[in-house]
């Protein structure tokens, strides 16, 4: 079992920056690929980055060259940071862990970005 805590949402304007973090309990982190993920009221939720155990980090062109994902394995913790936030970015986001057929989502943080 895995729990993920979400922390850093925040109202900010347009252009400015914010770090999202996810603190995972459980066992075996550095084995999870995890992602972002956010819900803007009325969408459907999409993927916003993802960072594999190993390997690239990927993310939805809408948030590249400004968001970047990253985790610290020794904190079971990963991060967002996004830079250059546009109003089109507020969203509720979520942290998942995925490991073979095991999935976990926290329960999210707002992100308000102001025009």
């Known amino acids: 079992q895995v729990q993920l805590v979400e922390s850093g949402g925040d109202l900010v304007q347009a252009g400015g920056s914010l770090r999202l973090s996810c603190a995972a309990s459980?066992?075996?982190?550095?084995?999870?690929?995890m992602g972002w993920y956010r819900q803007a009221p009325g969408k459907q939720r999409e993927l916003v980055a993802r960072i594999p155990s190993a390997g690239s980090t990927n993310y939805a062109d809408s948030v590249k060259g400004r968001f970047t994902i990253s985790r610290d394995n020794a904190k079971n913790t990963v991060y967002l940071q996004m830079n250059n936030l546009k109003p089109e970015d507020t969203a509720v986001y979520h942290c998942?862990?995925?490991?073979?057929?095991?999935?976990?989502w926290g329960q999210g943080t707002q992100v308000t970005v102001s025009s």
């Open positions: 459980g066992r075996n982190f550095r084995l999870y690929t």
């Open positions: 998942n862990a995925k490991l073979l057929d095991l999935v976990y």
